[in-house]
């Protein structure tokens, strides 16, 4: 058996165990950007609607990589003296034979703190897990295309699939340039058995995001460093992220990501540019631990689009004329 054949095998028999653990929650390049994913209280911090969309294509020149995909929106909203924020997150995931699907709704009270705010939030809905055991197999010298017996129960070669309750909170607090939040997701540890010999259990994690915007003399020019750090009490990952803006409008930088034995396992590259409300991104993320030897890397895509939806003071533009609508 060739190493191409040896670590399809594997692959294959981390999926078909009686019970398994998935990770807490995906590792997108461009946390910055949707940070409402890893924290509902960020709801309706950024100001208007906004609406984010994120593919990532991870760990290129692997048969069957992870491929994501994340759409989140966010907005405040006033009711009397009151700040809240609203929010909504649909995450869905391909990872081999797996399908990952969360679609969850988010709220965020707010109150200030001295010069800064506090945002305390919520976040509810589903998870939705799905395992394709008719894609099974395991290839040999005589046969590409062998099926597992039928007889091997730890090998099911049906669809399964479950759904369950999803519940994770967080708090973020912003001052000036400076921003920090905390949260914890999947609070509940949801268990989906997928039938009666595969269970899925969704381990609690635990985000830390930080930043601040350093404005350089050249008033055009700004740093924008950030620290993200997730855990599962049981794996650790932190980002450690540098971005110059320059003229608000075009930015770039570097990162890199240290796993929980203190090794950097991954460099980033990032791009973006942002024209009248329409932002994009771009990270190219290059593999430093073994995944060099199978993989070229991971691409990842990002657009948002911000909406003002702040009504205009006093009675400026209550009346228009037809011939400039």
């Avoid at 965020?108 to 939705?128: C, D, R």
């Avoid at 110059?244 to 034995?261: P, T």
Wanted: charge should be positive; include cysteine.
């Amino acid at each position: 058996m060739d190493k191409k054949r040896f670590w399809l095998v594997i692959a294959i028999s981390s999926f078909c165990v009686t019970h398994a653990w998935s990770q807490s929650d995906a590792q997108f390049n461009q946390y910055f950007s949707v940070a409402g994913y890893y924290n509902p209280a960020h709801a309706g911090t950024a100001g208007g609607l906004n609406v984010s969309g994120m593919y990532n294509l991870q760990w290129l020149g692997m048969k069957n990589a992870p491929k994501t995909m994340l759409l989140t929106a966010d907005m405040p909203w006033k009711y009397g003296k009151s700040e809240h924020g609203l929010g909504a997150v649909v995450y869905n995931e391909s990872l081999g034979l797996d399908k990952n699907l969360y679609t969850s709704a988010q709220y965020a009270f707010k109150k200030k703190i001295g010069k800064g705010m506090l945002s305390i939030g919520l976040q509810a809905g589903l998870v939705n897990m799905a395992f394709d055991g008719a894609g099974i197999y395991i290839p040999d010298d005589e046969d590409e295309t062998h099926q597992p017996p039928e007889s091997d129960e730890a090998m099911s070669t049906a669809q399964a699939d479950a759904m369950s309750l999803d519940v994770s909170a967080g708090l973020f607090f912003s001052a000036g340039k400076f921003h920090i939040g905390l949260a914890s997701t999947h609070l509940l540890e949801p268990k989906l058995e997928l039938n009666e010999n595969m269970e899925r259990k969704i381990s609690r994690g635990y985000n830390l995001m930080t930043g601040y915007n350093i404005q350089m003399k050249n008033p055009l020019l700004e740093l924008q460093p950030s620290v993200f750090v997730q855990s599962n009490l049981q794996m650790l990952s932190t980002d450690v992220t540098l971005r110059a803006v320059y003229n608000k409008m075009y930015n770039g930088g570097i990162g890199g990501r240290v796993s929980d034995n203190g090794k950097m396992s991954a460099a980033i590259l990032y791009f973006g540019m942002t024209i009248k409300g329409f932002r994009v991104g771009y990270a190219y993320e290059f593999p430093l631990s073994a995944l060099i030897r199978t993989s070229a890397g991971s691409h990842e895509l990002m657009a948002t689009y911000r909406l003002n939806i702040e009504k205009p003071k006093g009675n400026r533009n209550k009346h228009k004329s037809v011939r400039i609508l």
